[in-house]
């Protein structure tokens, strides 16, 4: 379970299945609004540990938002307290006035007045949902490059010296499927298939950046280098260098 600051009036908690039985809820308890969910909202709250300028801020509006894997609940503060004061709206006409009025007028001028004082609460929730939105959007952006992803990718780094080569060598630690070393007008290739499937979506430049740390990048294709260059270790080459 973990929370995170969105904005100055919005929280988002995130809550997997599990930690949901933990506390004895299930997402079918927040279908029905009940005294129960409720309870455990506030629960969670002093278990996260609010940031101050949420203690104290009155009225909290909860929005759940069920994934397969886990719940997202968006917490939004109101600017209203949560006991509405009728002494608090002065708009209101005087006694005198009130009683000139036909009863549709006075639930007409009292709806007015109240939507008056609840429009920051309304404003709030407003913005909740834009944040919801975007949430969702950023999400399903993710899953859109997530799918499109090749599940494997070729590194090609060039070399200028077999001492560079054997020493990057020695630095790699991280998991490759395989590596191939050629030689072409007079600089060393190294190729290196690296699987970057279960890694999240930075990692493939994360790795780049740490190989260039090392060695240059190349322009030059595989194929470009199994028509014209020399091939000196056509397997796993890496671990062979790394034996030197």
């Known amino acids: 379970m973990k929370m995170k600051?969105?904005?100055?009036?919005?929280?988002?908690i995130t809550m997997s299945l599990e930690d949901l039985m933990d506390r004895g809820m299930e997402i079918a308890d927040f279908l029905v609004p009940?005294?129960?969910?409720?309870?455990?909202?506030?629960?969670?709250?002093?278990?996260?540990?609010?940031?101050?300028n949420f203690l104290d801020s009155g009225m909290l509006s909860f929005r759940v938002t069920p994934k397969p894997d886990k719940v997202d609940v968006f917490v939004t503060k109101s600017k209203i307290d949560q006991n509405l004061n009728f002494d608090d709206l002065s708009n209101l006409p005087d006694m005198d006035e009130l009683a000139q009025m036909s009863p549709d007028e006075f639930l007409k001028t009292l709806e007015k007045s109240i939507a008056d004082k609840t429009k920051d609460d309304r404003e709030a929730i407003q913005s909740l949902e834009q944040v919801e939105a975007a949430e969702e959007e950023q999400e399903e952006a993710d899953r859109e490059t997530e799918s499109k992803r090749e599940p494997y990718i070729y590194?090609?780094?060039?070399?200028?010296?077999?001492?560079?080569?054997?020493?990057?060598?020695?630095?790699?630690?991280?998991?490759?499927?395989?590596?191939?070393?050629?030689k072409m007008n007079d600089r060393y290739y190294l190729t290196i298939l690296v699987d970057v499937e279960n890694h999240p979506l930075s990692y493939p430049a994360w790795l780049l950046a740490r190989m260039r740390e090392f060695a240059d990048d190349s322009d030059i294709s595989r194929s470009v280098l199994q028509e014209y260059g020399q091939v000196l270790i056509n397997h796993d080459a890496v671990l062979g260098l790394q034996k030197i």
Not at 34 to 52: G, H, R, S, V
């Open 5 to 12: 600051q969105i904005s100055d009036t919005t929280l988002k």
């Open 34 to 52: 009940q005294e129960k969910t409720e309870e455990f909202f506030y629960a969670i709250l002093d278990e996260l540990e609010m940031p101050e």
């Open 155 to 182: 590194y090609i780094l060039c070399f200028t010296s077999l001492a560079d080569l054997v020493a990057f060598a020695k630095t790699v630690n991280y998991q490759m499927e395989t590596s191939e070393l050629y």
